[in-house]
């Protein structure tokens, strides 16, 4: 290379980024880049008058603080650069040159020794010709400076700043002040130091820099990658936006005239959403190009270093070099901006009913989790909204539809809950077995395999064990504890829910019935001419009497959950609605048309279901105790009964009756649909009394006959 040519490219090279001259005091800023130690300083007062505290890198715009001084004089200094003007002076006439190192003249350097490494005047140059130990050495003339020797002049080595070692290189480096030093300064100041020779030192530190320089490579490839993929999102985002745009407008052009004005909005609408999502790519793109700016900044500053090679300069921009290369490592990148999916749907053709649904759910990675279902039973399934990645997201504008067709293709009502999580649960109960279709839609597209084929089942009993007893029975729904009330011999006898004697309770009188309340102690109806609640710890233990004036012949207690005392009455062909303390009167009920006396009687969802053994029914009252309809009639059929008396409704909400002469069990939804049956051996004898616990779903059922009481689980 032509010498002019290399002086320009040095120039080039040496020119301050801020005032375009050769860079003067050159500092280097913790991000790399070197400027003007004046530039720096002007920039800070310029900062410092618009109240501000940091400037920004006019390279790469990284922050950093300003001085409390208001000079950047405490930044290192860039060796290359002062090298560089060291060098350039020499071919610049109108700079200060060089000064002779070889006598105490101060004169102008015309002369370059390589071999003593030093200066010289035109004076020092010709004795130094003259003696015959130096006479050898290669000397060149600054006006005459060749490209080779400029390159040489670059690296040649640095010379000992420190008082009387001048004409000493910098050849050793002191491990433990981490600073170049000469063969004096290694005896004088640090002779008690680790101290290495300076090529020794700059290759173990050349491979730590080689190494670090190699992540930021490798991030830099990362960006890049992300620069490709959010352009990627960028494109297809305009895609998207202008497919949905296409639809729109096909769909409005086939409306009527004033439908116009309405299309002009929806464009405008549009536009906005364009302008803002290319806005949040730009501001993406923006951020990734200037991270990836300030790695590239870093990549060829430390490039340069390591290309030159020079000892000197690597160990003295090692660690500058190092930390930077670990901040932006370090760095925390900014997420990308996926963009959210654009739909454009008419709900209804002839009316203005179309919206612009901006959401990041992507209903083709949408999902339901269905779980089994079984007849009368509150089921549930859960659709889970998901963005392209597959992961959760919640989008409050998101519109879901679930649609479920019973085997005869009536619809079947559904409650859909928001749990503001990218989570719907939809709430169901099935009133018929067989295939139930399940049609699911997110924002207006049908979801994977939509629709769903659910299969309902049958939930049925299953006999677990008996134990030897009979009478009325209760379950405490806290323990599981079962009490029978033995009318014949006048006592309540306590089982343990495994079927286990407990204990037994002597009474007075014949216990025409027994309950559990929700704190588990134990009611019966004790027959007598006072017709007397007696009440009892669960341990058997006597707690008080409840006289209550309300009852001429009492037959059957049951306890609403709000604690409400449901009493049958045989004398007046009532059922009394009593207060927990069985101290007042709160409703009465009768079906005008009946004049037989009911049986049992239950409360479940504001309805009473009551049991009439002789019109061979089960009677529904409303809250009120107004008759509603009957369910059942007369008959062995499915549906029918001859003879119902114990009434229990289990967890599933099933109606349970015992339908005593037809010797069998048989399950009802509330609304009065046969579900199905249970029998078989057990109830050879006519299944009489029963009672559930709600917790466990425990049957026990107890038959008019025999002695023995039948579980089921």
């Known amino acids: 290379m032509d010498v002019q040519q290399l002086f320009k490219r040095l120039k080039k090279e040496a020119e301050c980024p801020l005032c375009l001259d050769t860079v003067k005091n050159p500092k280097t800023l913790p991000c790399l880049p070197s400027f003007c130690l004046e530039c720096l300083d002007k920039l800070a007062n310029f900062a410092r008058t618009q109240l501000q505290t940091t400037i920004k890198c006019p390279i790469c715009q990284t922050s950093f603080p300003i001085p409390d001084t208001d000079t950047f004089a405490n930044l290192p200094s860039s060796f290359h650069l002062n090298r560089l003007v060291d060098v350039l002076a020499l071919e610049d006439s109108s700079v200060q040159a060089q000064k002779c190192n070889s006598c105490d003249e101060n004169n102008p350097a015309t002369s370059y020794c390589f071999v003593c490494q030093t200066f010289m005047c035109a004076p020092c140059f010709q004795s130094h010709q003259r003696f015959k130990a130096t006479r050898g050495h290669r000397n060149v003339l600054i006006d005459k400076l060749q490209a080779q020797d400029v390159q040489e002049l670059i690296g040649r080595p640095e010379m000992c700043s420190q008082q009387f070692h001048e004409d000493h290189p910098l050849e050793f480096y002191c491990e433990d002040c981490k600073v170049l030093i000469c063969l004096k300064c290694s005896i004088v100041s640090h002779n008690q130091h680790l101290v290495t020779d300076t090529h020794k030192a700059a290759q173990e530190q050349k491979m730590q820099m080689t190494e670090s320089l190699a992540k930021l490579k490798a991030e830099i490839l990362l960006y890049e990658n992300e620069i490709k993929k959010q352009t990627e999102l960028k494109d297809k985002n305009v895609t998207d936006i202008m497919n949905a745009e296409k639809k729109m407008t096909d769909s409005v052009e ?339 048309n009946c004049d037989k006396y009911p049986e049992c009687a239950v409360y479940h969802q504001n309805k009473f279901y009551v049991s009439y053994p002789w019109d061979h029914c089960i009677k529904v009252f409303d809250k009120t105790g107004v008759y509603i309809h009957d369910i059942g009639c007369g008959g062995s059929n499915d549906g029918q009964f001859n003879f119902p008396v114990g009434l229990v409704i289990d967890k599933c909400s099933r109606l349970i009756v015992c339908d005593a002469i037809n010797k069998r069990l048989q399950l009802f939804t509330l609304s009065g649909k046969f579900l199905s049956k249970l029998e078989g051996e057990w109830f050879c004898d006519s299944p009489y009394h029963a009672a559930i616990n709600l917790n466990s779903g425990t049957l026990v059922v107890s038959p008019i006959w025999g002695n023995h009481i039948y579980v089921f689980h």
């Not at 749907?345 to 949408?366: A, E, G, H, P, Y």
């Not at 539809?401 to 989570?423: R, Y």
């Not at 049908?446 to 030897?468: E, G, N, T, W």
């Not at 014949?488 to 006898?493: E, G, L, P, R």
């Open 254 to 592: 086939e409306w009527i005239r004033d439908l116009r004005e309405h299309e002009k909005k929806m464009k405008e609408k549009f536009r906005e959403i364009y302008e803002a999502e290319q806005k949040q790519h730009e501001t993406r793109l923006e951020n990734l190009e200037l991270i990836t700016t300030q790695l590239k900044s870093c990549v060829e500053r430390g490039r340069d270093v390591l290309e030159r090679n020079i000892s000197a300069e690597i160990l003295e921009t090692n660690q500058t070099i190092l930390k930077r290369c670990d901040e932006l490592i370090n760095a925390r990148k900014s997420d990308r901006y996926k963009s959210p999916y654009f739909k454009y749907f008419v709900q209804n053709k002839f009316d203005i009913f179309d919206q612009i649904l901006v959401t990041k759910t992507d209903s083709s990675m949408c999902l339901a989790e269905f779980d089994h279902s079984e007849i009368g039973t509150e089921s549930n399934f859960v659709v889970v909204t998901r963005d392209s990645e597959g992961l959760q997201r919640y989008q409050p504008d998101d519109q879901i539809k679930v649609n479920i067709l019973i085997p005869e293709g009536d619809h079947l009502e559904t409650e859909l809950k928001d749990s503001k999580d990218g989570k719907y649960t939809v709430t169901y109960t099935p009133q018929c077995v067989g295939q139930h279709s399940v049609e699911i839609q997110v924002n207006g597209q049908p979801l994977a395999c939509s629709p769903f084929l659910v299969q309902i089942r049958q939930r049925d009993y299953q006999f677990a064990f008996k134990f030897k007893s009979e009478g009325w029975l209760a379950v405490s729904d806290t323990t599981g504890t079962i009490a029978v009330g033995d009318a014949f011999s006048k006592i309540i006898q306590l089982f343990s829910s495994d079927g286990k004697f407990q204990m037994q309770v002597k009474l007075d009188g014949e216990p025409f019935s027994v309950a559990f309340t929700d704190c588990g102690d134990l009611m019966t109806l004790v027959s007598g001419n006072d017709n007397k609640l007696h009440l009892f710890s669960e341990e058997g233990q006597f707690i008080k009497h409840i006289n209550d004036k309300h009852l001429k012949k009492p037959r059957h207690l049951s306890i609403a959950s709000d604690g409400r005392l449901i009493i049958t009455d045989e004398a007046s062909n009532e059922v009394k609605v009593l207060s927990p303390d069985g101290n007042d009167q709160l409703l009465s009920m009768t079906d005008p």
